[in-house]
């Protein structure tokens, strides 16, 4: 029974908010870590040195490493005070400079690894084709899916040649929506063929150049799957991502803590059995 928890606890990543992490709230993180040796760790608001030497001291805790993630879309700055942080995606992809885009993955890469930060939720590959999303928009790095496959194929290369795993989101694609996922459950309404000339594209480029990891949406897509939302769809992850698309590294959840996937029942074993590899 012990290994079989700490198989499961393997397959879970928790996330830290850096922000009031005092003293007495980082020893019984440590706790933690050592009791129940998750998987992974996400890092929200820190600053960099005390950040650093708290992601030391987890992997000395942790006995097998940790997968240390962190959603730095805008560079290290983005959740880690002293670090850089850069344009916004949109800012990015006005510019038509894939070698700025190569750039800006290699710059996010090394801070991030100076940090302790392994995995990098990022690019955002949503492509920018709903002007009332809420919460994709500058994101985006643009509506043409060629184009946006191709500079977060350069930023992804230019985090990946550091040695750290860039993480492409969200599939299978969250720009042509209404709501944030955050609060509700998005439905996209498309046919498949205009999802793979859409939505999917991007990621069907990213998977054939060796990308490393993806982040699910939590969204409704009829088309795909009339029932389930793609973190826990079989449907999506299995039969459409591994199977059709031939994708062969890591899947991480986007957070289950979202309202677009709490309410749904046993979220987190759904979403291991659809497919997902590491649950956020």
Request: glycine share 8%.
């Amino acid at each position: 029974m012990e290994d079989l928890k700490k198989i499961i606890a393997q397959l879970i990543c928790i996330s830290i908010d850096l922000t009031n992490l005092n003293e007495g709230k980082a020893e019984q993180l440590k706790g933690q870590i050592k009791k129940y040796q998750w998987g992974g760790v996400t890092l929200f608001n820190g600053e960099i040195e005390t950040s650093s030497l708290l992601i030391n001291e987890l992997q000395l805790i942790s006995t097998i490493p940790l997968f240390v993630c962190s959603d730095l879309e805008n560079g290290a700055g983005q959740q880690f005070w002293g670090a850089t942080k850069l344009p916004s995606n949109m800012a990015l992809g006005a510019t038509g400079e894939f070698d700025a885009a190569y750039k800006a993955g290699k710059m996010t890469a090394q801070e991030a690894k100076e940090i302790g930060i392994n995995v990098i939720f990022a690019p955002c590959v949503d492509i920018n084709n709903n002007p009332d999303n809420p919460i994709i928009n500058i994101r985006s790095y643009g509506d043409n899916p060629c184009y946006v496959a191709d500079i977060a194929q350069a930023f992804i290369k230019g985090c990946q040649i550091e040695g750290v795993i860039a993480t492409a989101k969200h599939f299978p694609g969250h720009g042509d929506t209404k709501l944030d996922s955050h609060l509700k459950m998005p439905v996209i309404k498309k046919s498949i063929k205009m999802l793979e000339r859409n939505e999917l594209y991007p990621f069907k480029q990213l998977i054939d150049d060796d990308l490393a990891a993806i982040m699910t949406a939590h969204i409704l897509i009829p088309s795909l799957d009339d029932t389930f939302p793609a973190t826990i769809s079989k449907k999506i992850i299995t039969e459409l991502l591994r199977e059709k698309l031939g994708f062969q590294g890591l899947i991480f959840t986007d957070a289950l803590t979202m309202s677009g996937i709490k309410d749904e029942s046993k979220s987190c074993i759904k979403a291991l059995l659809a497919g997902c590899d590491i649950l956020i």
